[in-house]
């Protein structure tokens, strides 16, 4: 489940939140889960368009990735997001990145850079905290959170990437909003919660009453559910974020994925080119299903340009949808 929201001091909401299944076709990480978070950082140039950057270079990596490891294959796309967040932002803007990376066997693995912050939890035994902030006042025992290390970097990039030991079945990733929640109180939360939704929405209207002085964002799973992946073919590949889902149908001869297991709440086309008028018919009928952009909750736009190979599923457990 995916949460974000600006909160009730910034005048815009830089925070970014992916999550997709990888194809079959994936090789490696065939079928593997992914979920994203990149905050854009604030008071420099353009931290959505950095955070959008990171999220959509990140994701696009991992889909064309053909290394041999896990570990492999995520600093391969964190070093590939921090090269095109530093030409987009010439060193003056950047952002965090937070990953969860969950194979098809169960095996998991953590990526991070920056201060957004990965949690493990839902067993009975506590909260984990999987991260380690890129902060001074936690890399270096000071008491700035100005951050030491970020994707858009010059020199010195690095990322901490990790396979989760632990037996817990419930992960969240969260952006600096949800920080200012009181420890004891997030972790309150998280171990009474009667499900991931629940969850998410309690740490929400928490934040909120805790003044939302930042962007807050919530992406969170359970492994011990269901989701709609279980049905997932390499018909289409789906993106959600916190707003809307973004289908991309790359064999335009096969039925779309969505078509295949059933219409979300809104829907529409995205504005294209002028169809050329000697296009036979059924191309052009084709090639408007080759690509469809279906709301959840908004008409907003997903904000992501992302280029792939390959076909896969989604995410949002069976409730959700």
């Known amino acids: 489940m995916l ?3 600006r909160g009730l001091v910034r005048s815009q909401n830089q925070d970014k939140a992916l999550a997709f299944q990888l194809p079959a076709s994936a090789r490696r990480l065939a079928r593997a889960r992914v979920f994203v978070l990149a905050d854009g950082m604030g008071g420099m140039r353009d931290g959505a368009g950095c955070a959008a950057l990171a999220a959509a270079t990140f994701a696009s990596a ?7 490891s896990a570990e492999a294959c995520l600093l391969q796309a964190a070093e590939r997001a921090n090269d095109a967040v530093r030409r987009f932002a010439e ?3 950047g952002s965090t990145l937070s990953a969860l990376l969950v194979e098809a066997n169960g095996d998991a693995y953590v990526l991070n850079v920056g201060d957004s912050r990965i949690y ?4 009975g035994r506590g909260v984990e905290r999987l991260t380690i902030d890129d902060s001074l006042a936690e890399r270096v025992g000071g008491s700035s959170r100005e951050l030491v290390r970020f994707i858009g970097m010059n020199e010195g990039f690095g990322a901490d990437i990790r396979r989760v030991n632990s037996n817990h079945k419930r992960f969240a990733l969260t952006s600096d909003g949800i920080h200012f ?5 997030f972790t309150a939360m998280a171990e009474h919660a009667a499900s991931i939704r629940t969850f998410v929405e309690h740490v929400s209207a928490v934040a909120r009453w805790s ?7 919530v992406v969170a799973v359970d492994l011990s559910e269901p989701t709609a992946t279980d049905r997932s073919t390499d018909y289409g590949l789906i993106f959600y974020d916190a707003f809307s889902s973004l289908e991309i149908a790359l064999n335009p001869s096969t039925p779309s994925l969505l078509d ?9 086309e995205p504005i294209r080119p002028a169809a050329d008028a000697d296009e036979p018919t059924q191309a052009k009928k084709r090639r408007r299903q080759t690509s469809k952009i279906k709301s959840k909750r908004s008409s907003i736009p997903v904000q992501y340009e ?16």
């Open 260 to 268: 295949m297991v059933g219409p979300v709440e809104e829907s529409r």
């Open 211 to 217: 003044g939302s002085p930042d962007n807050a964002t």
């Open 306 to 321: 992302i280029s792939v190979g390959a076909a896969g599923g989604g995410l949002p457990t069976d409730a959700d949808r």
């Open 91 to 93: 060193g003056s803007g």
């Open 62 to 68: 991992l889909l064309s990735s053909h290394l041999p």
């Open 3 to 5: 949460f974000s929201e």
């Open 181 to 185: 929640i009181a420890p004891d109180t």
């Open 120 to 123: 493990a939890f839902g067993s």
